[in-house]
């Protein structure tokens, strides 16, 4: 099992950037494939990004591809989430997961271990 703990959320205006960050309290933390997630008001926890170990193989969903870019620094035990050009839309709870299954995967039931979340507002 492994501890998560998000920060970097905010308020930013349309256009603006944030840069989410995701440490992990494990001596193992290669072992782990880390996701990012959000969920808004309302609505289903949906899959942002995703990472494998060695920071090689990201995964994007469509909506954020392009904007977003996923990467972490092994040495630091954290995973950084670097969202530009944010749309009133991206407003959410993010959170950052851990799996082992050794791939990337998307799906929240694919992942054992979570943060709290922090919240990202993005105004028009």
């Known amino acids: 099992q492994v501890q998560l703990v998000e920060s970097g959320g905010g308020l930013v205006q349309a256009g603006g950037s944030l840069r989410l960050s995701c440490a992990a309290s494990t001596r193992t933390f290669t072992a782990y494939v880390v996701g990012w997630f959000r969920q808004a008001p309302g609505k289903e926890r949906e899959f942002v990004a995703a990472?494998?170990?060695?920071?090689?193989?990201?995964y994007y969903a469509d909506s954020v591809k392009g904007r977003f870019t996923i990467s972490r620094a092994n040495a630091k035990n954290t995973v950084y989430l670097e969202m530009n050009s944010l749309k009133p839309e991206d407003t959410a709870v993010y959170y950052c997961?851990?799996?082992?299954?050794?791939?990337?995967?998307?799906?929240?039931?694919?992942?054992?271990?979570w943060g709290q979340g922090t919240q990202v507002t993005v105004s028009s």
């Open positions: 997961a851990a799996t082992l299954m050794g791939r990337v995967v998307i799906h929240t039931d694919e992942y054992d271990d």
């Open positions: 990472i494998s170990w060695s920071g090689r193989n990201t």
